[in-house]
């Protein structure tokens, strides 16, 4: 299996097993002109990483084959340089493994139901975009 090498792109690969939230981001994330591509499982981004460079993956951390921890830990290994973003259904909890994780690797995370009128989203994926984009 191999995966394209970084390079200049707009492309954001979100990952989540619910339609109704890869079509609401899709729909925000394009009105905003990123290219914007929908997966309902890690394997199926496997699949898109394969054809198409991205320089963020947004990915649930819910999901019944493969859940968004083991899904990361997976792009580490394959070496993939995209930044990531976490969405989750759970409400923030200092306790929850969410938490626990991103004190060794900061990953922005955002929580179901998403706040589109604020500007934290759009904002972090122009970070994520600048972020990815600093070395080419």
Do not use: C
């Not at 707009?10 to 009105?31: A, F, G, P």
């Not at 320089?55 to 968004?68: E, R, V």
């Not at 923030?92 to 179901?112: A, D, E, G, S």
């Amino acid at each position: 299996m191999s995966f394209s090498k970084k390079k200049r792109n707009r492309n954001i690969l979100i990952v989540d097993d619910e339609t109704d939230v890869l079509d609401l981001l899709k729909i925000y994330l394009e009105s905003h002109r990123w290219k914007a591509v929908t997966v309902s499982s890690p394997s199926e981004a496997f699949k898109q990483l394969q054809k198409k460079v991205f320089f963020l993956i947004i990915t649930d951390i819910a999901m019944p084959d493969l859940d968004g921890y083991e899904f990361i830990k997976k792009l580490k290994e394959k070496r993939i340089p995209s930044q990531i973003a976490l969405i989750t259904g759970f409400g923030y909890n200092p306790k929850h493994t969410l938490v626990k994780i991103n004190t060794k690797r900061k990953y922005p995370i955002f929580f179901k139901p998403f706040e589109f009128k604020k500007p934290r989203l759009k904002k972090t994926v122009q970070r994520a975009w600048e972020k990815y984009h600093k070395d080419l």
